[in-house]
C-alpha cells in the first residue's frame, strides 16, 4: 500500500476539518475510558488528530482494547465532508483484508470439526485451478501458494467496475502458470482467499457470510456488519475518497459486485473489530490448537520465514510481539493490530485509500499504550528524543555519555549533525524498535519517521546508565 503524507487540503475543506476537531468530544464514546488514564487518552486523540491533519484523511474511527476488554472508543474528522458529517464511532468502515482473518478461522472451525484439513491439496475441493494437487490449504491462507494476485493496484481499474463471481475470477488468476513453485516463496495474493473462500462455502455447504455469521459473529456478539461486495456502505455509515497527487478529496468509485469476496468484503465499525480482537486475546472462538495455527509463521520449504501465518502478519514491535493486519479498498484503508502478550489491541479505520495514515495511528497508539508515562520504556524513549532535537541543533549534554561517545561528538560531528538534522524539524514519529544484550551492554532501537524520509538511532548503554553510543542513520 502506498503511503501518502502532507497532503494539501482546500481552505474550505480545512475549515470545516477544523470545525470537526473542535467538537471531539461531540463524536467520543466512553466505554472502559477508566482503564485508560486522561493523559493517555490525551495522548491518543493528539495522535489521531495530527495524523488527520499530516496526511490529509478525512477522517479516522479507533478503539483500543486493554486487558483484553474495550478501553476506548472515538472518531475524528468529517465521515463525509459534502454535507459536513462529522464521524462518530458507530459509523461503519470498511476493513479491507483485515476480512481475511475471518476467512481464515472459517477454514480453521471447519477443520477442528474434521470437515477438512489445512494439508489437504486444493483439489480436493477445486480440482480445475492451476496445479491444485500441489497447493495445500495452508498455503492459500499463507500466501505461499503461487497463484497470481488480481488486485495488486491502489486503484480500481475500469475491469472492475463490472460485476464478477468467484469462478469467474478463478477462471482468469488461478488457471494461469504459477507465479512459483508452491511453498517456495511468499507473495501477498487475493486470488489465495477467493479459492479459501469458495472451499468453505463447499465444505460447509452455506455461503461464506452466512457461515460467518453462525459461526463467528453471532457467537462473540460482532453486530452491524456490512457486506459492502455488493453495495456501497449507507448514508450513516463513512465514505469513502481518493486523492489525484495533492488534489482535494473526490468520492472514490465503487468496486464492482463480486470482486471483494472472501478477501476483503467486510465493513463493521471499530468497536465490533475490537470485540473480534478481545475475543482472539481471551481464545474464546478457537481451540488453542487453531489459535496456534492460526498466528504461527508459515515457514518456506528451504526453511525461510514468511513473517505472515493465516491471514495475520506476525512479528514484534517495540520487543512485543504483535499479530497485525492492513486493509484497503477503494476509499478506505484500516489497519488492526493485537499484543497477546500484553492483552493490548488497537484498531485504526480511515476513509481515505492508498494512505498510511491508518497504519500510522495504530503504531503510534500501540507505542503509547506499551509504554505508558513514568516506565523505564517510556523515560529512556523520551531521554532519546531529547538527546535527537539536541543534536538538530549541535548540542550534546556530555554528562549523559561515556568518554569514548563524548570523543565521537566532535565539534565537525555536531556541525554535521545540526547541518543534517535541523532543517528535517520536529519529527512525526518517535518509536522505539528494540531492546537486547551486547557486549555487556543494552542494544536500544528507535526509528525517527519525517515526512519524506526515516532514520535509525542505535544506542548502546553501560550499565551505570551512561551512553557508550548514539548513531543516528538513515532508515530503510
Known sequence: ????RGLALAPRILAVLFLACVSLRANGQTAGESRLSAETRAKIDGIVQTALEQTGVPSASIAVVKDGEIAYLHAYGLARIE???VARPEMRYSIG???KQFTAAAVLLLAEQGKLSLDDPVAKYLPNLTRANEVTVR???SHT???QDYWP???????????INAEKILDLWARKPLDF???TKWQYSNTNYVIAGLIVEKVSGKPLLAFLQEKIFAPLGIARVENIDQHRLGETDATGYMRYALGPPRLAPKEGPG???AAGELAMPAEELAKWDAAMLAHRLLKPASQKEMETEVKLKDGRGTGYALGLQVGAMSSHRVLRHGGEVSGFTAQNMVFPDDGIAVVALTNQDASGASSLIARQIATTLLTPPGSASAAKLEQARKIFAGLQQGKVDRTLFTSNANSYFTPQALQDFASSLGPLGEPQEFTATGEQGRGGMTFRGYTVKFPKLTLNIIIYEMPDGKLEQFLVAPGN
Open 145 to 147: 501458494s503461487g497463484y
Open 153 to 163: 493496484q491502489d486503484y480500481v481499474p475500469p475491469f472492475m467496475t463490472q460485476p
Open 97 to 99: 483484508s483485515i476480512s
Open 1 to 4: 500500500m502506498r503511503t501518502v
Open 83 to 85: 454535507p459536513a458529517t
Open 139 to 141: 498455503q492459500l491462507l
Open 259 to 261: 470482486w471483494l469476496f
Open 181 to 183: 513453485d508452491p511453498g
